[in-house]
């Protein structure tokens, strides 16, 4: 058998200079055009001219003395927080110090309590009724966006997970249309503000992204007014009505009208356009290599059979799994974990500045060579049996690390399970154009331009 050598698509790193040039030339702000080749080998170092002073950390030693950061100097990046500040208020997912830990310590029991379990029902009604609408597509055999496809079925699990209503809801259309747009324009970076502009300057939004906002943020208004409206005796148990019941420890303050609104968002925005990312990159490199698609697929026979993907067996399904994690690897949703320093301070051999840039990049620590052997190449075998123990402690981290780690890991990696099994049983999927395929870093790591696919019943 000959070796594995298979690269899904990348954006081949240049020099500095022929980064910036390229990312110019396009005028898209893709942060990983800008990405040169010295990037994915050194420990920590600068990237490139900036006004403010951008340094990119891969040591694990380094970052996660910021990630994890008890004295607050490394909180998240104003870049960052300007671009979701419209959307996501002062939220957990932009929240810094005292604020974001008391808001964690509201949210945590929301997701402790409401287990996996529990939500799984959702999860299968939303991945039953896909089914249904494949079935209809592989009838027609029209072309269709791959993209929006992820995008729709796990933004219908969030609907029904965190809501208990399907996307099919007028009002939850309304959120999953303006949340389109808002990705599409408020997650590009300029590149003369990232390179001229003072730290803690004002991040302007386009009048698009802002309108978006406005009306993501009053659908998500009338779905809380609904729930507030009625008994509390007689709230579904959902996420929202977790969260709504949430209280400050200290306090036992629950959370404003306005502060449900921003964190259900988050749920929201974090909930389905992360996993959606991550499935897109799965059902393409599964469609060009069937020596990955085939284990998969036997493993799901072997594990059900053909009857239905149950939760209690889902957790078997470990080549599955490192299928999923292996493709988080190499296109981690998050492509960015950008900090800022508040004070001057010291990382290594470094000297910090108050406000330089630290950027803390999942896409490059995935692929440094110090941390990954072949990092470029595609191996699921990484996350199965003795492959599993010889990462590099700190070197993957999809879903952050620290005390801010993602609260829904779990439920990302059960859902993408369920869908990767059912879908994968049913149907081939056929990718139109794959030569064209290239990734870009969005507010996730998407396909630069969308991917045409066609979908046929399995024989």
């Not at 419209?86 to 310590?105: E, I």
């Not at 990705?183 to 003369?192: G, V």
């Not at 036997?298 to 059900?304: D, W």
Request: with cysteine; aromatic share 10%.
């Amino acid at each position: 058998m000959l070796e594995n050598r298979y690269e899904p698509p990348r954006t081949p790193p240049l020099s500095p200079l022929g980064g910036l040039l390229r990312t110019l030339w396009r005028g898209d702000g893709d942060l990983l055009s800008l990405m040169p080749a010295t990037a994915y080998r050194v420990p920590i170092g600068p990237l490139g001219y900036s006004r403010r002073s951008i340094l990119i950390l891969n040591d694990p030693a380094l970052f996660r003395s910021v990630l994890t950061d008890p004295l607050d100097v490394y909180p998240k990046n104003d870049l960052m927080t300007g671009a979701l500040e419209p959307l996501v208020g002062d939220s957990l997912f932009v929240s810094s110090g005292p604020l974001w830990r008391r808001q964690r310590a509201m949210i945590d029991p929301a997701f402790s309590q409401l287990r996996v379990t529990q939500a799984f029902g959702g999860m299968q009604a939303a991945v039953a009724a896909y089914v249904e609408k494949l079935a209809r597509q592989a009838e027609t055999g029209a072309p269709f966006s791959l993209d929006f496809a992820m995008s729709e079925l796990t933004a219908d699990v969030i609907c029904r997970t965190i809501f208990s209503t399907s996307l099919a809801s007028e009002t939850a259309q309304k959120v999953f249309s303006a949340f389109a747009i808002f990705e599409r324009s408020a997650a590009h970076i300029e590149l003369p503000r990232l390179i001229f502009s003072k730290a803690f300057s004002a991040i302007p939004q386009h009048d698009a992204v802002l309108n978006a906002c406005e009306e993501i943020r009053d659908a998500l208004g009338t779905l809380v007014d609904a729930r507030l409206a009625l008994p509390e005796a007689q709230w579904p148990d959902d996420i929202a009505s977790a969260v709504m019941r949430g209280e400050d420890p200290d306090s036992g303050v629950r959370f404003t009208r306005k502060e449900l609104i921003d964190q259900l968002g988050v749920f929201f925005l974090a909930g389905h356009e992360t996993t959606a990312s991550a499935l897109i990159w799965v059902f393409f490199i599964l469609s060009q290599r069937p020596e990955f698609l085939r284990p998969l697929r036997e493993e799901v026979t072997r594990t059900y059979g053909a009857g239905p993907i149950t939760f209690h067996k889902l957790r078997s399904l470990s080549y599955t799994r490192a299928v999923f994690r292996e493709a988080m690897r190499l296109y981690p949703p998050i492509t960015f974990i950008p900090r800022v320093a508040t004070e001057p301070t010291r990382l290594g051999a470094y000297r910090i500045k108050r406000g330089a840039m630290l950027m803390i990049s999942p896409w490059v620590i995935h692929r440094h060579e110090a941390h990954w052997p072949k990092p470029h190449v595609f191996e699921p075998e990484r996350f199965t049996g003795d492959g599993e123990k010889s990462h590099r402690p700190g070197t993957y981290l999809p879903f952050g690390l620290g005390p801010r780690v993602c609260v829904g890991a779990d439920f990302a990696t059960i859902e993408a399970s369920l869908i990767m099994a059912e879908l994968l049983r049913g149907f081939d999927f056929e990718m139109l154009e794959p030569e064209s395929v290239r990734p870009m870093a969005r507010l996730t790591t998407r396909p630069r331009e969308e991917i045409r696919a066609r979908v046929h019943r399995r024989r």
